[in-house]
């Protein structure tokens, strides 16, 4: 005979339904009415799948406030939180690297002088929380496509080094017609130092006798850049 007493069925956890819940919110419009913990807690189900993940969502988005900022994260400072892994990471950076995929690739639908917008945003995206300097170069065709989005060199929290001749090499090798050079500043200040100026006129001095063409050097902080040529040093 079976046990109709109370309590002898196994309980389903208390947070399954709560989940179904949240699934169906956000097939329901994307996610736009969620909030940041909400989503991320979503997020986390994907590889905690039998834990509340609501309490480290929230934990998360104390630490790094927002969404945005989470993902986002250095991944050594996400470790560092208790309940992150190497497999509750993978799910938050699949996450950024999907999104800057997406927004890499509305740059290179168009040429990216006439879609300036959508550069910085994706630039500011990739860099700006950045804990060490990063140099990138964008190699473009001569209708100003992205060709190539490649990260050159990382250096330290202050120095990147700057090779024109590597840059050139590659630039022949991707036959580019232009080149834009990005770096980033982790202090959060992008005001270019001596040095970025001197090595830019080198690469620029070098790129032009090869037919080449620097359109510009835009140097990321927190929120804000320098373009060189918009400030008159290129």
């Not at 736009?32 to 509340?52: N, S, V």
């Not at 209708?143 to 990260?151: G, H, K, M, P, S």
Request: hydrophobic share 40%; no cysteine.
């Amino acid at each position: 005979m079976a046990d109709n007493t109370p309590g002898s069925a196994k309980q389903k956890p208390h947070y399954e339904g709560h989940r179904a819940r949240l699934r169906e919110r956000f097939l329901r419009d994307q996610g736009e009415a969620m909030e940041d913990y909400e989503l991320l807690e979503l997020l986390l189900t994907l590889a905690i799948p039998r834990r509340d993940t609501k309490p480290l969502a929230k934990d998360l988005i104390g630490r790094f406030g927002s969404f945005a900022g989470v993902i986002s994260a250095d991944p050594a400072d996400l470790l560092a939180m208790k309940g992150i892994g190497p497999t509750t990471l993978a799910p938050l950076k699949l996450v950024q690297a999907a999104a800057l995929r997406l927004m890499r690739q509305e740059v290179s639908a168009d040429p990216v002088i006439s879609s300036w917008d959508k550069l910085l945003g994706y630039i500011q995206s990739a860099m700006s929380r950045e804990k060490r300097e990063q140099l990138r170069i964008l190699y473009l065709d001569n209708r100003n496509r992205l060709i190539a989005d490649e990260v050159q060199q990382r250096g330290t929290v202050n120095h990147t080094p700057l090779y024109p001749r590597e840059v050139i090499r590659r630039a022949l090798e991707l036959h580019a017609s232009a080149m834009i050079l990005v770096h980033n500043h982790p202090s959060g200040d992008p005001t270019p130092s001596r040095d970025d100026i001197l090595m830019t006129h080198e690469v620029r001095d070098a790129a032009e006798k090869l037919g080449i063409r620097l359109h510009d050097h835009i140097v990321i902080g927190k929120g804000v850049h320098v373009s060189f040529k918009a400030d008159g040093l290129l």
